[in-house]
């Protein structure tokens, strides 16, 4: 199985700032057929079910705020947001879809400091 | 607006038996493959099992895989989850979720999830 690892497991962010969340996989997930990396982000606020915000790495979904970005390529990815609005504080996960099983970080606790 | 809405949860002994429902809308469903992920409380997400869209596909997790039996019904629209032989460990909010476009792999939408309870 893959396994994704997320860092921090929490992070406290000052409004306005910038938040960056790690997520490193144990194996390569780029699909060679399309040269894409399976790799999405959710968002999960409190007794809401998860929201996707980022897949193939780096594309926002559609209604996402452009505050929210994705990088990263193999193994080592990155979910930033560029400046911390009140509304973000959520859980935020890394989830690869290369290969089955699917797997998901750990998590990520963002926080208003 | 594509809407998931999924039922059948509840409190059960080990051993016992469930079966959750997933009621989709607002897009072709048998076009989509569909998937159940599942969250222990406090805990984060696991994937569970994953059906394509003419159903003639099917995976499960290992810690699933014998006990619980993916399926669907396209002209109902409906997403289905048979869940045997439950124990503790498979208490967790389950959701279902729709792929992306075909071709795609990532979790598009989710539903609200159904709170399935597995408790002597």
């Known amino acids: 199985d893959i396994v994704m690892t997320q860092s921090p497991d929490s992070l406290a962010v000052s409004l306005g700032e910038r938040a960056t969340i790690n997520c490193k996989s144990s194996?390569?997930?780029?699909?060679?057929?399309?040269?894409?990396?399976?790799l999405a982000w959710y968002q999960q606020k409190p007794g809401q079910p998860p929201k996707l915000l980022i897949y193939?790495?780096?594309t926002r979904e559609s209604g996402v705020p452009d505050r929210f970005s994705g990088s990263g390529s193999g193994t080592d990815f990155t979910l930033t947001i560029s400046s911390l609005q009140a509304e973000d504080v959520a859980f935020y996960y890394c989830?690869?879809?290369?290969?089955?099983?699917?797997?998901f970080g750990q998590g990520t606790k963002l926080e208003i400091k | 607006e594509v809407q998931l809405l999924e039922s059948g949860g509840g409190l059960v002994q080990p051993g016992e038996s469930l079966r959750l429902s997933c009621a989709a809308s607002?897009?072709?469903?048998?076009?989509?493959?569909m998937t159940w992920v599942r969250q222990a409380p406090g805990k984060g997400l696991q994937w569970v099992s994953t059906i394509t869209g003419s159903g003639g596909n099917t995976y499960y997790a290992d810690s699933v895989k014998g006990r619980f039996t993916i399926s669907r019904d396209n002209s109902e629209n409906k997403l289905y989850l048979q869940m045997n032989s439950l124990r503790a460990e498979d208490t967790a909010l389950y959701y279902c979720a729709k792929y992306g476009e075909p071709g795609t792999f990532y979790y598009h939408k989710w539903g609200q999830g159904a709170l399935v309870t597995v408790s002597s």
């Open positions: 989830h690869q879809h290369y290969g089955t099983p699917h797997t």
């Open positions: 194996q390569s997930v780029l699909r060679s057929s399309n040269n894409k990396n399976s």
């Open positions: 193939w790495a780096s």
């Open positions: 607002g897009f072709i469903f048998s076009t989509y493959t």
